[in-house]
Structures are given as structure tokens and as C-alpha cells.
């Protein structure tokens, strides 16, 4: 059984690797703290509009898992095509195992692993 101490000694997650064919490479996506997560909720609450954005921004990183983006490209994010801001965010809702209805709160619990 572990204990208390081993769980919070742990400070590397998954990431899964996100293939961007449109940029002939891929980009990783990280493993969400209940802490960035609901930071990140509170960002979406307050400005809706940069919602992808945000996502984008928080779950994307790179081999090491430090962020790709910082909130100064938000911008520029807004210009990519919508299917490939949609895929890295839908990716990183995935991987955090927040699906749509997930997010919205109306899905099932997820049974234990």
C-alpha cells in the first residue's frame, strides 16, 4: 500500500504524445493538476470566448513536459484553423479524462481502474 508521503513525492505524470500531421511533427500532452485544472475552470468561467485557447495553453507541451504556449500566444492561437486548435484541446480534455460530457458534468463516474 502506498503512503501518504510516496504519493506526494511524485511529481512526473503520462503524457501522450499528439501528432500534427499539418506540421509534419507532434507535440505531447500533459497530465493536469487538480490545481491547473481548476484554475483553468475559472479562466473559462471568466472569459468563454478564449476558451480552446486556454486549454491549448495549459495541456500542450513539449518532450520534457514544460508548456509549449504561454498565455502571449493566445492571439495567435485564435488564428490557427479551428480543427487544429479543436484536436490539441479535445486532446487534452481526453487524456485528462474529461470528455465534453464529462466537462459538462453529465456523464457517469468513471469506475476505478
Known sequence: ????D???AKRTFPQQELALPEFEGS???RTLSAGEFLAL???IDADKANAFAYWVVVGIADADGQPLFTDADIGRLKELPIGLVERMTNAVQRHNFLTKEEAKGKSKARPAA
Open 27 to 29: 507535440v505531447f500532452v
Open 41 to 43: 475552470n475559472e479562466r
Open 1 to 4: 500500500m502506498l503512503t501518504r
Open 6 to 8: 510516496q504519493i506526494f
